[in-house]
């Protein structure tokens, strides 16, 4: 008859029998899991990449006008705080008019959100 004591005392003589196999096999898992693990966030990390690079090559080629507005303000400065409520978390930069790429207004994240809502449009 197997109690579990007995269970218990042969799985510790197995275990102590086969200690050095069972702590390879550990190993062995562990270090394929390891690997299958790091293969699996790089194979994520590049086709994350890619799929990142896509969608911003695709705002690209149906947004020119915008991607060249956004890539000349990037380098405008911002104001140390938002010009409509003064905050100076989370600062924005926002176009009071998109035929002048250059000229700018900071704006905190919410002021900017409410500014795009009050006029109905999108935030670019
Ligand atoms: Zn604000
Ligand atoms: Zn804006």
Do not use: G
């Amino acid at each position: 008859m197997w109690d579990k004591q007995i269970a218990k005392e042969y799985n510790h003589t197995y275990y102590l029998k086969n200690r050095e196999k069972l702590l390879e096999r550990q190993r062995q898992w562990y270090w394929n899991n390891q690997k299958r693990k790091i293969e699996y966030d790089r194979r994520y990390a590049k086709e994350h990449r890619e799929a990142q690079r896509a969608a911003s090559e695709r705002y690209r080629q149906r947004n020119p006008r915008m991607d060249k507005i956004h890539r000349l303000a990037r380098h405008s400065f911002l104001m140390p705080n938002c010009q409509l409520c003064s905050s100076t978390l989370r600062l924005v930069r926002h176009h009071p008019d998109y035929s002048k790429p250059l000229e700018i207004i900071t704006l905190c994240q919410s002021c900017h959100r409410s500014i795009h809502n009050f006029k109905k449009e999108a935030i670019p």
